[in-house]
C-alpha cells in the first residue's frame, strides 16, 4: 500500500510540474512554428524535396541507371546523386533505393546503364 501511494504522489508530482511549465510560458515558444496547414502546397514545404539542384547535368541525360538498366526511361532531378572518384563522372537518381541499389556495383552498373540507354537511342534516337 506505501509503494502505491509512492508511485501515486510521483505521477502526481510530475502532472503538476507539466503544468506550471505550459503555464509559465513553455506553450508560446512554440507559438512561431509555421503551421503545415497554412503551406497547402507539399513541394514548398516538409522534408521531401529538401533539395533540388537546378542545372545540374548527369551522365546518362539525367536518368536513373537502375531504370535504364530495367528498360525503364525515369527522369531524376539529381537532387539523390552519386559522383565516381575515379572519372568524376555524375550519376543522377530518382530514388534512395535506386541510388544504394546502383553503388553495390558502380562500374558494373554504370556500363549496363550506358549500353541500356545506347540500345534505347538506336530504337527511338530522341532519347
Known sequence: MQRYARVTAGVFAMAAVLLLSLASGVAPMFAGEP??????NASEVGIWKAYAPRGVK????????IGLIGGALIHA????????????????????????SFQD???ANSRKA????????KENPQY
Request: proline share 8%; hydrophobic share 30%.
Open 114 to 121: 550506358s549500353d541500356a540507354l545506347e540500345r534505347m537511342r
Open 77 to 100: 532531378d539529381c537532387s539523390l546523386n552519386w559522383r565516381d572518384p575515379d572519372n568524376g563522372k555524375l550519376y543522377c537518381f530518382s530514388s534512395a533505393a535506386s541510388l544504394l
Open 105 to 107: 556495383w558502380p562500374k
Open 58 to 65: 548527369g551522365e546518362l541525360n539525367n536518368y536513373d541507371p
Open 35 to 40: 503551421s503545415i496547414r497554412t503551406e497547402p
